[in-house]
């Protein structure tokens, strides 16, 4: 067995969970690509699923959430390997061999790779859920967007619940 086969097993969750989130990402982005023409957002490109709810299109958002620093693709590629680099070198102050933590962080590395992936080959990252309420149009995202949502929502929920830190008992002295 490798020295490192007890380190890895330690990490499985995480390990197991990243990988498929982003494989589902990639493959429900390569499906979208094969199915509609880029740019989609009215018919006959979309294709609507829930009347007035939910529609599937296809665009490329070179920046963040909510087109945030559009067009620094490149620049948010840097910070995605920032924070992959980071998660690795902090692992042990994150709690990542807690079992809820590696499930938070699987979804969050997931959904890092795989828009880190887009933006590498595509130079933009391809959005395609669709969802209207009333007038309002939520922003187009991704399945690793939603990685990342999630794993971000589930850490935040984890370190709220994480009991504080206990002093360590002080020795009798004796004294009253």
Sequence with gaps: MSPLAPRFARYRLLLGLAPAVFALDQITKLWIAEVMPP?????????????????LVRV????AAWSILSGRSTWLAFLALVALLAIFVFRRHLGLERRGVQ????LLCGGILGNLLDRIRLGYVSDF??????DYIYPTFNIADCGIVCGVILYVLLSLRQ???????KPATGKV
């Design 39 to 55: 740019n989609t957002f009215g018919p006959p490109g979309h294709i609507e699923i829930v009347p007035d709810f939910f529609n």
């Design 60 to 63: 490329g958002n070179t920046g």
């Design 103 to 106: 499930l938070a962080f699987g």
């Design 129 to 134: 859920l669709d969802f209207h309420f009333g």
């Design 163 to 169: 009991p504080a830190p206990t002093e360590p008992e």
